[in-house]
Every structure is written in structure tokens, then in C-alpha cells.
């Protein structure tokens, strides 16, 4: 599998003099298989634009152009860029778009049609030349063709969001974002008048066990693409909740699961290249990861496993 990263920034882009190393794109993965003609894509945030660039000047001639995208959730950071891909411009273009279902009545059509519509664009999604389906997706395992096998997993994330486990020639490639650790949603303080003796002891068990079955969802993968957005003393106490993962827990819970490469992603949009050469000094020595391989993910970065 080669994986290419097209964008790696999280909640906004981010461009400007000050990003131009790791890239102020949002997040946009392609997976492609040596020796098949399987093109996946992971998000279509801003970073998508430049790989519609890309595809389209390989088909000089206007295709054709099938893929496969899947998207982790609906936030806008993660779909904003789908308007501006230019293969859903072209009638050869066939697109199976992927994604969880919501707990919202609107289908993954109609959320992603949504931005083509008059008020935000001006062509609407009937106006496409492409033929594009959209599948609901939800947690499972998935024979995807020659040789893919897709595993899925729910994350804990203010929205719906699903990981990606694509396991293809012994290899396994994996995303873990946009999520955080599980924590005890009741209260462990007997002075609170909240506090039930039972619930605390239940949510501790739960969230210990979910976050053993994400461990478990990951375990063993080449290379592990983890959210990592803050560091621990951003992310305790104001960010809890937010649904993005500390460093620091992401390379630990990585190691844990026997992980071979971990790619830090989804980066706070005001972290400048000079701070992310920081925390790379200071992260990614061996001396963290052991025999883990651990980076930061930088638009423009390729990966072959």
C-alpha cells in the first residue's frame, strides 16, 4: 500500500508563511494498491482539491476516474473540499462516497449536497457531471475486491466518526481520528452531590474497556494515522470533551497495541512548522516510541508500507 497525505490539519485551514513545512491543508489521505487499480481516499477536506488536480491531470482526456471516499465524519473540516474536486466535474467520473450514519434524519447525500446548493456554491449536486453514490456505513468488517478487507470502528468524537482498518497483502493501515481517550462521563467525587457509588464504578469499567477495544482496533498495524492535536496540558481540562487526542496518550496507547509507524495528525490550526519542529524534537525520539516509528504527518508526505 503507498498512502499519500494531502492534508493533515485539523478544524480550519490553515495557510500562510508559517505552515508551509507540515502543510495548512485539512485532512485528505489517498491509499492506492500496487498492482490494482483501487484508489481509495480518506476525507475531503481542503487537501482534496490538490488531489483532484493531480487525477485529473492524469486523464488528460476527461477519465475515466473511479475511486472510492471514505469519509471519517461530517464536520466541515472534513468535507468542505468535496465542492471543489474537479473529477466530479467530469462525466466519466464514477464515485462511491462512504460514511457513518448520523443520528440526524438527513441522509450522507443531503449533508454532502448541501454545500452544493445555490446559497454556499454556485453549481448545485444535480448540476454534476459525475455519477456519484453514497453508501451509509457503520461499524463492521467489509470485503471491499481484490483482496481489501476494511474494518470499522466508532470513535469518540462529538459527531458520529468512524476509523478505517484497511488490511491488504499481510499490510495494515489504519486511521484513529478525529477522537480522544474515553473517559468517565459520571462523576468519582462521594462530595458531589451527584456522585452514585455504582455509576462511577460503571463508567470507569466502560471507559477502560472502549478504550482496550480501540487499542485492540489498531493492534499491530504498519502504520497508525492517530489524532494527536494537543498536547496533555492543553488538552486537560479545557479540551476534554472536544473530541481530539494529546500527544502523549496517542504514542502511549499506540505502543501498547504493538503499532510498527505512528503518524501524528490532525494538527491545532494555530500550531506554526517552528512549534511542530518542537514537539517532533521532543516526541519522536526512539527513546518514546522504541522500535515505534513516530512522526508528524506533513502535507505532501508519502508512505509506502
Not at 449536497?113 to 454556485?122: A, K, M, N, T, V
Not at 467525587?189 to 487499542?215: F, I, L, W
Not at 495528525?265 to 512549534?275: G, I, L, Q, S, Y
Amino acid at each position: 500500500m503507498k498512502i499519500n497525505f494531502w492534508g493533515v490539519r485539523g478544524s480550519i485551514p490553515s495557510p500562510g508563511a508559517n505552515t508551509v513545512k507540515y502543510g495548512g491543508n485539512t485532512s485528505c489521505l489517498e491509499l492506492c494498491f500496487p498492482g490494482s487499480e483501487k484508489l481509495i481516499i480518506i476525507d475531503a477536506g481542503s487537501g482534496i482539491w490538490a488531489l483532484g488536480n493531480h487525477l485529473t491531470a492524469q486523464y488528460p482526456r476527461g477519465g475515466p476516474i473511479r475511486a472510492d471516499i471514505f469519509l471519517t465524519h461530517t464536520h466541515l473540516d472534513h468535507i468542505l473540499g468535496f465542492p471543489f474536486f474537479a473529477p466530479i466535474y467530469m462525466a466519466d467520473t464514477q464515485l462511491n462516497v462512504y460514511g457513518p450514519v448520523t443520528c440526524e434524519d438527513d441522509s450522507l447525500e443531503v449533508i454532502m449536497g448541501g454545500q452544493l446548493s445555490y446559497r454556499y456554491f454556485p453549481v448545485r449536486q444535480a448540476e454534476l457531471a459525475a455519477a456519484i453514490k453514497y453508501i451509509d456505513l457503520k461499524e463492521g468488517c467489509f470485503d471491499l475486491g481484490g483482496g481489501i478487507r476494511l474494518i470499522t470502528k466508532y470513535l469518540n468524537h462529538p459527531q458520529l466518526c468512524l476509523g478505517y482498518r484497511f488490511e491488504y497483502r499481510g499490510k495494515v493501515f489504519c486511521t484513529a481520528y478525529d477522537t480522544e481517550p474515553f473517559y468517565n462521563l459520571f462523576s468519582t467525587d462521594p462530595q458531589n452531590c451527584s456522585y452514585d457509588v455504582n455509576m462511577a464504578h460503571e463508567g470507569e469499567r466502560t471507559a477502560r474497556e472502549e478504550n482496550r477495544r480501540m487499542e485492540e482496533f489498531f493492534a499491530g498495524a504498519d502504520l497508525l494515522v492517530h489524532d494527536a492535536q494537543y498536547i496533555q496540558e492543553e488538552y486537560a481540562p479545557d479540551m476534554v470533551g472536544w473530541g481530539h487526542t494529546p500527544v502523549q496518550y496517542a504514542i502511549a496507547a499506540a505502543k501498547r497495541a504493538g503499532v510498527r509507524r505512528l503518524a501524528l495528525f490532525h494538527h491545532e490550526p494555530t500550531r506554526t512548522d517552528a512549534e511542530l519542529e518542537v514537539l517532533s524534537r521532543k516526541y519522536c525520539d526512539p527513546e518514546n516510541g522504541g522500535p515505534m516509528e513516530v512522526f508528524f504527518a506533513r502535507e505532501g508526505m508519502q508512505v509506502e508500507l
